[in-house]
């Protein structure tokens, strides 16, 4: 069955860098564009990042791009979001996620992950 499995989670101060991966597995990996999302505490989980099957087109929210990279290895089915100059904003549980269909991001995404705590304080 399609698994995705977060890790790289922590605290980290403001300013600081952190480096998420999502594990995948179940599926053939290299078929489906990979999304990053977060939700923070009484909030709505918001879209952070994409990437499309080939790592060919990446999307950004706005609130992180220029700090944020979103990248894959599609060999060791895995794909990474670097996180840096992190701001307390950024505190929230962050899931990886994939879609039914779609090599390209923008797809209705149907798989998750159980997610990793990203906590940004001083």
């Known amino acids: 069955q399609v698994q995705l499995v977060e890790s790289g989670g922590g605290l980290v101060q403001p300013g600081g860098s952190l480096r998420l991966s999502c594990a995948a597995s179940?599926?053939?990996?290299?078929?489906?564009?990979i999304g990053w999302f977060r939700q923070a505490p009484g909030k709505e989980r918001e879209g952070v990042s994409c990437?499309?099957?080939?790592?060919?087109?990446?999307d950004y929210a706005d609130s992180v791009k220029g700090r944020f990279t979103i990248s894959r290895d599609n060999a060791k089915n895995t794909v990474y979001l670097q996180m840096n100059s992190l701001k307390p904003e950024d505190t929230a549980v962050y899931y990886c996620a994939r879609p039914k269909h779609g090599r390209l991001c923008g797809y209705e995404y149907e798989y998750w992950g159980q997610g990793t705590q990203v906590t940004v304080s001083s």
């Open positions: 990437i499309s099957s080939s790592a060919s087109s990446t």
């Open positions: 179940g599926f053939t990996f290299d078929y489906y564009a």
